[in-house]
């Protein structure tokens, strides 16, 4: 997360490149798992991230109370890949 002041300058997309710097030579795929929400899998897109896989209910079977992200209630997990 980016502190919510600090948003849109940039820092969370850097830190994604900076993790593709870093594991170049090791891996060749960058994974991430989230919510199905308007407020992230858009983010993931604009930094070159593609939908993989979804694990369906995992927010409604892993947590004890339902959670909702701009006005959505999470209920599958996205998972998003990144090859480099
Ligand atoms: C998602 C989050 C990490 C993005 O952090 P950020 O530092 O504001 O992102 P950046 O400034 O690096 O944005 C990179 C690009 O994504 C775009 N972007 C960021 N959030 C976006 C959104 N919700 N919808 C569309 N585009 C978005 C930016 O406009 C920017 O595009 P540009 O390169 O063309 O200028 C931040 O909104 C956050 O902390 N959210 C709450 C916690 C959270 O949801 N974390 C992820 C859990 S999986």
Not at 5 to 28: L, V
Not at 39 to 49: A, N, S, V
């Amino acid at each position: 997360a980016t502190v919510p002041e600090y948003q849109g300058k940039g820092y969370a997309k850097a830190m994604i490149d900076f993790i593709i710097t870093k594991y170049r030579e090791e891996y060749s795929t960058l994974q991430v798992g989230t919510g199905d929400s308007p407020m992230t899998i858009p983010f993931y897109e604009k930094c070159g991230f593609v939908r993989s896989h979804i694990v369906p209910n995992f927010f409604t079977d892993n947590y004890d109370h339902p959670i909702y992200e701009g006005g959505i209630q999470l209920v599958d997990m996205v998972y998003l890949r990144r090859s480099f």
